[in-house]
């Protein structure tokens, strides 16, 4: 068989796995998983919510709408934009990934524009889907060459992956406008920052009068359900969503219903919303302690926090990847997430913030005293 062949490798998070699980086995000693993307503090207690699901429903066991079942839409308009979009502006897909995957596919622009040090897989989506890729570095950088920018589109992640950093809402806000007026469409992907906020977030609420805009959302790190693969787009453009149905439609055939209704019930149901409460509180809770010691220990690499603040679930430590390994923390080297920087880049690493408090400041007490 002949391949059409995409030249892109599987992620480095999945190798680094690999390769702890087998230092783990040979040396019988711990190590220290903080290469992961995922929330580790907790498992989100899901026992009580499934008593409430009736898995031989109609619902369950037929196939749902292309865009996603109304009930969970009309949760997330609930949930994310205070009840003032409209169902129709929202699609549900299997997780955050088909959703960037297909946004990218769907907005005709010249070329889509990633910060410097980006999550990968965007990129590599570019790539399979011969998109053409260019960089900024910066807010600031972005502000200059706004001109530049015209019939392009921008990818603003906040916080964002790798530097699990934040920026002011307001300036935010300003950024993804001026682009907007620029004529400029941002895919503003935020998969981690209900991790950090509930209902009373009204940002996404706010960004409903911009209309050069896809909101791109997902359930895996907010509920930590990144098994489950569901997570939403919203824009307020009718031909994008229309393609998007499309996409769905005849891509996937629509997206597991277990999930959906999974998910509603967790954003609706008193025994779900208490779920997800204990979830984010126990989590959010060690993630700052984490994020504190850090700071205080000097570990962490201000010069990338600059405009921006750590709030996790990850940050950079300037320690290499190797020298974190060697005192069995897995970590994922920050050149596996930059095109044009990777020898500086080289000397620090991705952490995973998201684990117990305790276990993370042992291991990097143990690295100090040696
Ligand atoms: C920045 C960013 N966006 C989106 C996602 C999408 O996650 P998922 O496909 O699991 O929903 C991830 C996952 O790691 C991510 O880091």
């Not at 865009?67 to 997780?95: H, M, P, V, W």
């Not at 990338?304 to 290499?320: H, K, L």
Request: charged residues 25%.
């Amino acid at each position: 068989m002949k391949i059409k062949k995409t030249g892109v490798a599987l992620p480095a998070i999945h190798e680094m796995g690999r390769k702890i699980q087998q230092l783990s086995a040979e040396t019988g000693q711990e190590y220290l998983f903080l290469q992961r993307g995922i929330n580790s503090v907790v498992n989100i207690d899901l026992s009580e919510v499934v008593k409430d699901i009736n898995f031989n429903s109609k619902e369950i066991q037929t196939y749902p709408p292309s865009q996603g079942r109304a009930e969970l839409r009309d949760a997330i308009n609930n949930e994310y934009f205070g009840g003032k979009t409209d169902i129709s502006c929202i699609s549900i897909c299997g997780g955050g990934m088909p959703g960037i995957d297909n946004a990218f596919q769907i907005a005709d622009v010249r070329k889509i524009y990633l910060p410097v040090y980006h999550w990968g897989n965007y990129h590599n989506a570019m790539k399979i889907r011969n998109i053409e890729y260019d960089e900024y570095d910066s807010f600031d950088n972005l502000k200059k060459i706004t001109p530049e920018l015209k019939d392009c589109a921008v990818l603003l992640g906040d916080p964002g992956n790798p530097f699990g950093n934040k920026y002011a809402d307001d300036e935010i806000f300003a950024m993804i406008k001026k682009l907007n007026d620029n004529g400029t469409v941002v895919f503003y992907d935020s998969p981690y920052r209900r991790v950090f906020y509930d209902k009373n977030d009204d940002f996404y609420t706010r960004l409903l009068d911009i209309d050069n805009l896809v909101i791109l959302d997902s359930f895996s790190k907010s509920l930590g359900l990144s098994g489950a693969r569901l997570g939403f787009v919203h824009s307020k453009n009718a031909e994008f969503n229309h393609e998007m149905a499309v996409r769905l439609a005849f891509a996937t055939n629509g997206t597991n219903a277990f999930a959906q209704i999974l998910v509603e019930k967790l954003l609706t149901t008193e025994i779900g919303k208490k779920a997800v409460t204990d979830f984010k509180t126990a989590t959010v809770s060690e993630i700052t302690k984490n994020i504190k010691y850090l700071n205080e220990s000097g570990f962490i690499a201000n010069e990338f926090y600059s405009e921006s603040v750590p709030v996790g679930i990850f940050a950079i430590v300037n320690i290499s990847e190797d020298e974190l390994l060697a005192n069995r923390i897995g970590s994922v080297s920050l050149s596996k997430f930059t095109l044009s920087r990777k020898q500086e880049a080289a000397k620090y690493s991705r952490v995973c913030v998201s684990v117990n408090h305790k276990k993370f400041v042992d291991f990097f007490e143990n690295m100090k005293a040696k």
